[in-house]
């Protein structure tokens, strides 16, 4: 099937790099579907693709730091769409906070780790019933070369908070949860992988955290584009990418042990009972 018959959820496609991978596959030709924290963004980003000649686009609107509102999103998508080829959970905060002051979701998990990782895993969750009725399908996971191992004894980091920390531990969790999705779904034609996209890209979040931008968010969106669209990578799943090349991840990522305290987590806190534990 051609990208022009596919359809593809880019979360945070307002800003950055999922703006440019969302205009980038809209001028594939692929049915786009944005999403962002803000309507008046998320409907200049759907009106630029739609000028640049694709009108199969549209914007959903929902805040990420509401467990909420992403049940909301995922219901809306899969109502309107009987299927979805490809999911780049994308969206993201950074490092940089006010002050290095803790911050809390709408439930009361730490932020980071819900907006970066709780929110990507509800929705994977919720939209794998269409994912796998789509199949072959792609779920990518913008991740980050940035990783720190998850002190399960503190995961939501009361005790000994950085932004830093905070963001690094959110992006291990979401290659954690790669592999461990990609042994879920093996044979069922649906992948999933994750990367770290580009060092230090000119974006909000880079310049937020006071960094001097060091790449494109072309160079961000080349390498996303890579693991959602490539045929080469038609089979590969649960792997981690360090932009264009396979790589590997912090090394509590492959730990099944870690994996299993992870999984149960955030089934527990995302309310997903109904998905079985694996024994
Ligand atoms: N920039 C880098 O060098 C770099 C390096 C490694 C990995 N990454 C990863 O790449 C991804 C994109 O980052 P970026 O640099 O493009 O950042 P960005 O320009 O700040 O864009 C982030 C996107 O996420 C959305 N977002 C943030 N919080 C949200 C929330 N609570 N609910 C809904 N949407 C929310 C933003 O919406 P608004 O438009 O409303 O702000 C925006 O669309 C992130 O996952 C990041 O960790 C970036």
């Keep these: 099937m051609g990208i022009n018959s596919k359809t593809v959820l880019i979360t945070g496609s307002t800003d950055g790099v999922g703006r440019r991978v969302a205009e980038r596959i809209g001028a594939m030709g692929a049915h786009v579907i944005l999403h962002g924290r803000d309507r008046t963004r998320g409907e200049a980003t759907a009106a630029a693709i739609c000028a640049a000649g694709n009108p199969n686009v549209e914007f959903h609107r929902a805040d990420l730091s509401s467990l909420a509102e992403v049940r909301q999103l995922a219901g809306d998508v899969s109502r309107a769409h009987r299927r979805l080829d490809i999911l780049i959970n994308n969206a993201g905060v950074g490092s940089g906070g006010p002050r ?12 980071r780790f819900a907006v970066n990782y709780l929110a990507g895993f509800l929705l994977t969750m919720l939209l794998l019933p269409t994912l796998r009725a789509s199949a072959p399908a792609r779920i990518v996971h913008v991740a980050s070369a940035g990783q720190s191992a998850i002190d399960f004894d503190d995961v939501m980091l009361e005790r000994g908070y950085s932004g830093g920390r905070a963001y690094t531990q959110s992006k291990l969790a979401q290659v954690m949860f790669t592999f461990d999705l990609a042994r879920e779904l093996a044979g069922s ?35 996303i584009l890579n693991l959602a669209v490539s045929p080469d990578l038609e089979n590969v799943s649960g792997q981690y990418f360090n932009r264009l090349q396979a790589a590997r991840a912090d090394p509590q990522a492959y730990d099944a042990h870690a994996q299993r305290r992870l999984r149960e987590l955030s089934l527990r806190v995302t309310g997903l009972a109904s998905f079985a534990a694996k024994p």
Excluded: F, I
């Excluded at 994750?194 to 969106?221: C, E, F, I, K």
């Design 189 to 223: 034609g649906v992948t999933v992988t994750s990367l770290h996209p580009a060092t230090y890209m000119n974006t909000t979040m880079v310049r937020q955290s006071g960094v001097s931008p060091m790449s494109t968010v072309d160079d961000g969106a080349d390498a």
């Design 100 to 111: 290095g002051v803790r911050e809390t979701s709408a439930d009361g998990y730490e932020l």
